[in-house]
């Protein structure tokens, strides 16, 4: 296994690149200057060309001058003497046939001292020959149908000087030049005629000096040859006919003077040609020079240059393959000495990793033990000297089956490794378990070769993970299962319920007055008690069960998988119900002290429905609730009718809130009477004007009021609208009178602020204090007695008065009772309206009035509803009465207007 990084794989392809960059640079740059020199040498040897075939073309242009000025020269000298033969000719007129003698020998002459000339001609205006220098010419040579002798018989030309001319009768060329002969007159009279030699020519260019591969020649007006220097073999062929169709074409286009290279057609090499016209005559000027001599010189310097720049690029390409192999083998030792380096590092990463905190065991192919690490023999007490050779079979428990084994080896031959956790044992013989991975390790050629495992000793971190879970999932008091995995059951057992169409039960089990245990037993004794309760219920219920603690003193259990109708359900729910009161009940050493408890059981059936776990929690909720408000001791079925009641009281409780910015509620006032029948004072009572529910009865709101904390602001509210009221009655002659008592609830009078908002309201209304009766009850004094009494006294210091209400309900203590500054006791109207039936009630009533008595205190009785019970109690001396007798409670006006009436 390679342990190169990933870092050093990034270094050797960096140098990789960097080895191939530079050899690409080392070749663009060789190849760049050979480009640079081929091209330097290349418009060198250019240059050089031009300078050559420049120098050249002004030498043959020279020369050709020269050829063309003594050309002229010839056709001058001719012209010369043919002028001077026609004057005299003019002016003696032409003689006849008989008298041609004298012109004959004058012919002669002029021949004999121009030796171009190969013989002078006259003839008449007919064409006929008159004269010849050449003596015995045939007299009957007539011209008259040739065109040159047309030109001079049909125009005024002068001077014609013919191109080359074939001459049948000498068998030979001549250039002719004709001169007109005029009469005295002026008319026509002949022509004189020079037949000039093309080897005059050819000799006077031999005296000229040729360079190497010159060549001069004088060519006619049909490019026929006329001359050349110099000749190639023994004689010239005169006449010979150039085919150049370019000079033909340059001649047309009428270019005087050109320059043109071309294959020489008499010794075929290829020349720079200079072609001019000689004058106004028929003749070209040829001047040539053969390239191939002419740049021998640059050729050669060509040739050197050109091995020089071979030498240069062969240098240079040397130079480069000699930098490059440099280059290659800085490259290849730098990375012989990085694989080198690498080789060492993966050596001391591999030895670094085989110490590692892993546990390394290397075996062959058979599975023989090879090697092991230091942490294996720490993990497994095994030193290597110990277990190599041997088979790791040695390490299996037991705790695995073979189809286990037989996954494992699949998976590591399939895939090439295995990993998972196995139970393995340590050589004192302890199990333990390991985070075990194997890899099979294959060879190049794809050979199995070794087998290398190694394991982590995880029993720390599973010992941890199962405590996570069991704090996670664990009441750590009881051990039972928390709300958290007691939710998570539900869920389960809902699922199996709804798949096996079977039952369950949700029972949620509360101990009575827990609060109080713990308080006066101490919190340790509380944990006892949780505890055994826990112990006990485990014990009874079975292990299909789920048993929790969620929370303080509540306990839940779950009955799953009940298979039977939801009557045989209900029964054993309830049958179980009931042994856990049982065994609740059975009394419990605590402190020292055996402690018997009760419960209170809470039942909700679970069965294939709707209803998901939230809904079963609040059922259960609700029948626990149910029990509990039931007494101690109780079990309660869920019921929907009290989930509707509970969902109302819910919505109450919403309305409640808005009530009183909605205004909503409103005071009603119940007269009281003394023994006169006399209306001295009127109870209110609070009444909600609920939008759509009509008249709320307080039974049903004050509890809320209270339970939400709104009694407060509420109560506030109703004593400051009896104080207004009192402040209105008093001012009024037949209400002045009137007492007003007001209901204060326990939860408000022991609240902090209670004594601060009573004096605000006495601020804002100014009420007649002495008028105000507060009643409170019993329930008041069970705690706190001391603040209560005291909030009283400064309450009384103010001339405000107290009632003690429902009085015979509660368990108050007498003694105490004599300490509070109380005006009145209020007999409750559950022995009143008892009192003729029952003599337990009769004496209950007649013992408070008796108490009242001693204690100097008013008594009034409420819920009179008889003349009878008022009579009674009028024997009895009970002297004040409240009830239905003598008046509901009624609205302020309809109350004014009674008393009014
Ligand atoms: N803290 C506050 N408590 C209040 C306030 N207003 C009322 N209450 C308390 O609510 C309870 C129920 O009151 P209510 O329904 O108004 O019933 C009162 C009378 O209507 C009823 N009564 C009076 N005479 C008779 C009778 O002849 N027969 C009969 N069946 N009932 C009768 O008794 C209730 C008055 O009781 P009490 O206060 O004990 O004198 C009740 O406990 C109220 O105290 C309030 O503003 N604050």
Redesign the pocket.
Known sequence: MSVISIDENDDVLKATDSYRQQRRNVVALYLLALLVMTVLFGWLLHEQYQQEIEAAESRITARANVVTEWAKGVFAQSGQALFGLTEILATQEIPDSDNTQLLQRSLENLTSYLPMIDEVGVFDSEGRLLASSRAGRDADIDISETRFFKVFQHSQQRELITPLYWSKSDQRYYLYHGRRVDTPTGDFAGVAVSNIVPEVFSESLEQMSVFDGESISLVDSGLKFIARYPIPGDQFPVGKQIESSETAQRLVSGDATFSLSAKSPIDGRERLFRIQWVGEYPMLAVVGIDLHELLKAWRQRALILSLVMLVIALLGAWGARHYLSRLALTYQLRQRIEEREQARAEAQIAAAAFQTHLGILITDARGCILKVNETFTRITGYSEAEIVGKNPRMFSTGLQNAAFYRRLWKGVIKAGNWEGEIWSQRKNGELFPEWLTISAVYSVEGTLTHYVATMSDISERKAAEQEIHQLAFYDPLTGLANRRLFMDRMGTALKELHRHQRCGALLFVDIDNFKQINDTLGHYAGDQLLQGIARRMGQMLRDTDTLARLGGDEFAVLIEGIDGSSAQTTQLAERIANKLLAILSEPIELAEESITITGCIGITLMSSGEHNVDDYLQQVDMALFQAKNSGRHTVCFFDPAMQAALLAHVRLEADLHLALANQQWQ??Y?PQVNHHGTITGV?????WQHPERGLV???EF?PL??STGL?ND??EW?LEDACKQLVRWSEHPRLCELTI?????PL?FRDDHFLRRVNDVFERTRAPLHRLKL?V?ESLFLEARDDARDKMLALKAQGVRFSL??FGTGYSSLAYLAQLPLDQL?I??SF??QVLESEANAAIVESTIVLAESLSLEVIA????TEAQQSWLLDHDCQAY????FG??VEAKAFEAMMLA
Not at 862 to 865: Q, S
Not at 882 to 885: A, N, P, S
Request: proline share 5%.
């Open positions: 005071l009603y119940q109870e209110v009572l609070l009444r009865s307080p039974g004050i009021l209270e009694i509420v109560g109703v008592s007001v209901n204060i609830s408000q009643e009850t209400d429902d209020k409750d109207q009143v309206q409420e819920g009179v509803e409240q009830g239905y007798l509901r409670p």
